[in-house]
């Protein structure tokens, strides 16, 4: 069975890659009349190795420091890695940064070429080794083979075969996922054929398709159609995972696709100008990476300029990787040597998945600075993270499929702003790294992690439960605010709270998040008003004083109760509190309010008011069947202007009900 891998080469100019390659497939990789000329690789080269069962692409990438961005984006799609030293002149700057590039792409296993072993004598390559081995201590080549070998005289080529399937082995299980994958490759060469059309090259790092697929270009949601495939300068039906392709396109002009852009399977990758991501310090910085920095992003074949925003503007609290419920120092900057949680504004679109590898150049001097990983490829801002936000973006690092799907949720769907973005269970692959999506959204709405919530028939909205509670929080903050505002009230107008909280994209969230703190008992609420439980006035004195008196003239008062005004009239003190006073003894229960003239009646007189009137609405059954206005008049001893009020409020409170000019008991409708 045919197995394919892309093999990538790496290290100092001058120091044999090339030569090296063709040593191995008999291929020479420079292709452009200035690389034969000068005798350096500009441009990435390619080439086949056939070492049974492995069909292995191989990239030559350049070793001139000015052309570290070509090798990045030959890196791209690498399985295995070649480290390639000459032996005569032993590790240089160009080898230990493409190292740390190396170092960066989560590689499963590599060899290092000793290149050159015939201009020296053996123990000076003994020395190189040694010093070979101290430079990749601690990394994935540290106990990687190096192979002694001349592209001159072919000392060491089969043994450096033997290697290759070797590693080829090691990084097998690594490609089983991706296999299965959606379609994706990202472009690094992008030309014209006459009688063709545009044809784009590429490593494919996951997938397959055939003649005939419709694709896409991202970032650009691009629709383009597969006319023609080589494989390995072969024409093929299909390409799939590990192979190196060029592809005939139709439907886009060579000019507009190009290094940077990604060949994939329709809807399987959403642009975004954010990523969130864990960032990898190197050890040798001298200067730690501040929040707000300016950095080169290299992700795919792409290369763009971003922004760091440092998560809480700190470092993780250790150099591993932080699990869920990990903490992260606010110290504004990430330590050489240290990981750290950012946000990345990128200046362009950027295409990518959970746990792909990406590399930080600085801006200037351009120089490998670290690298990390995705940890969401499209995030919801994150402008002031709170403890929810960090315990979600740390989640995002756990090995657990269920808690990085759960968090992937949390961190995709907005709930406020002008958005409407939501997620999708085919997102998570992408989003999260997880398979069988339907299930593992059902135990999550099963376990309460997501809650359903209902917006019409036809359409349901699941959110995640901390995105409900970080609501509930606000509405707290809110409701803790009015009452400072106005410490007379117990409660406070729902309209008010809900007003500040236009900004939900969704008002049913801001319900739901209400029905939670009734349900918890942490607030009361109702149509019109809303506060939190157990939160009574505050009250000085000599409002006291004026809240019992208050009480006591609207009790004395009976039915021929006070307004607002003559009570203000009446108060010798704090007349500012009077209004505000009798609002409260309302929520109280101890007076009622009756419109539209504002007369206070007490609770306790309004009780015998019911008494009186439902004793002498049953005693006209068979009679007359309920009272008029008059008749109520002469039932309670008062005049017109204190009785309508009265029998509008008790039809209010469902008290009596309305016939004709009549009152009747509610109970007996």
């Known amino acids: 069975m045919q197995h394919d891998l892309i093999l990538g080469t790496a290290g100092h100019i001058d120091h044999g890659k090339t030569s090296l390659i063709e040593a191995l497939t008999g291929t020479a990789t420079d292709r452009l009349p200035e690389e034969k000329k000068r005798g350096i690789t500009i441009e990435l080269g390619y080439a086949f190795l056939d070492l049974e069962p492995w069909k292995i692409g191989v990239v030559d990438v350049p070793g001139h420091e000015k052309f570290v961005r070509q090798m990045l984006s030959g890196a791209t799609g690498m399985d295995v890695a070649m480290l ?4 005569d002149d032993s590790v240089k700057q160009q080898t230990i940064e493409h190292l740390d590039i190396l170092r960066m792409l989560n590689l499963p296993a590599g060899v290092i070429a000793l290149t050159k072993c015939d201009l020296v004598e053996e123990d000076w390559l003994d020395m190189v080794e040694e010093e070979i081995r101290a430079r990749v201590a601690g990394s994935f080549l540290e106990n990687a083979t190096i192979v002694r070998c001349s592209s001159k005289t072919g000392e060491g080529i089969e043994k450096l075969k033997e290697e290759i399937v070797s590693c080829c082995e090691k990084a097998s299980v690594s490609r089983e996922a991706a296999e299965t994958s959606p379609f994706r490759m990202a472009v690094d060469r992008s030309f014209t054929i006459e009688g063709h059309g545009t044809v784009v090259t590429g490593s494919v790092a996951s997938g397959h398709i055939t003649v005939g697929d419709q694709l896409q270009i991202q970032p ?12 390995h300068d072969h024409a093929s039906q299909t390409v799939s995972r590990g192979q190196r392709a060029a592809i005939n396109l139709a439907g886009i002009h060579h000019q507009k696709i190009g290094r940077g852009h990604e060949l994939t399977a329709t809807g399987f990758l959403r642009p975004s100008s954010m990523v969130l991501v864990e960032i990898q310090l190197l050890s040798d910085l001298k200067r730690p990476l501040k929040d707000r920095s300016k950095v080169r992003f290299h992700i795919g ?3 763009i300029l971003a922004n760091v925003r440092l998560m809480n503007g700190g470092t993780t609290s250790s150099d591993k990787t932080i699990e869920p419920g990990g903490t992260i120092e606010p110290s504004g900057a990430i330590e050489p040597s240290r990981r750290g949680f950012a946000q990345l504004y990128l200046n362009e679109d950027a295409v990518a998945v959970y746990n792909q590898p990406f590399i930080l150049r600085s801006e200037s001097p351009v120089m490998t600075i670290g690298g990390g990983r995705i940890l969401h490829p499209n995030p919801v801002l994150l402008k002031r993270p709170d403890d929810i936000d960090l315990k979600h973006v740390a989640a995002m690092t756990s090995p657990d499929a269920a808690t990085r799907a759960s968090s992937s949720i949390y961190l995709s ?3 406020e702003g002008n958005g409407q973005r939501q997620w999708d269970e085919s997102d998570l692959p992408r989003i999260a790294g997880v398979d069988a999506t339907i299930e593992m959204v059902a135990s999550l709405i099963e376990n309460g992690e997501l809650l359903q919530m209902k917006l019409t028939q036809s359409r349901n909205l699941e959110i995640h439960r901390d995105r409900l509670n970080q609501v509930a929080n606000r509405i707290i903050a809110k ?9 007379l009230r117990f409660t406070h107008p729902r309209n008010v709270l809900e007003n500040s909280f236009q900004y939900l994209n969704q008002p049913e969230v801001l319900a739901a998040a209400v ?6 008992k942490t607030i009361t609420a109702n149509v019109s008003s809303i506060g939190l439980a157990g939160r009574g006035p505050k009250l ?5 004083l004026l809240f019992a008196s208050l009480i006591d003239q609207v009790k004395s008062s ?3 109760g006070p307004t607002v005004k003559k009570l203000e009239q009446d108060a010798t003190k704090n007349k500012d509190s009077v209004a505000e006073l009798l609002s409260m003894a309302c929520e109280n229960g101890d007076m009622v309010r009756l419109e539209p003239d504002g007369f206070y009646i007490h609770c306790d007189t309004m009780t015998l008011v019911k008494q009186q009137l439902a004793e002498a609405i049953r005693a006209t059954e068979g009679a007359t069947d309920g009272l008029t206005i008059s008749d109520i008049r002469q039932v309670l001893g008062v005049s017109r202007k204190y009785s309508v009020p009265l029998c509008e409020f008790l039809d209010k409170i469902e008290f009596t009900r309305r016939v004709g000019d009549k009152r009747i008991l509610f109970e007996t409708t």
Do not use: M
């Open 515 to 520: 029905d939670l703190l009734k349900k918890q």
């Open 301 to 303: 074949t792409a290369e």
């Open 479 to 487: 409701l803790e605010t009015l009452h400072e505002q106005f410490p």
């Open 540 to 544: 000085s004195k000599g409002q006291k």
């Open 84 to 87: 390639v030293v000459a032996g």
């Open 558 to 560: 009976g039915l021929q």
């Open 413 to 415: 769907a907005e709930v």
């Open 220 to 231: 650009g949601d691009i629709e383009v159609r597969v006319r023609g495939i080589q494989n």
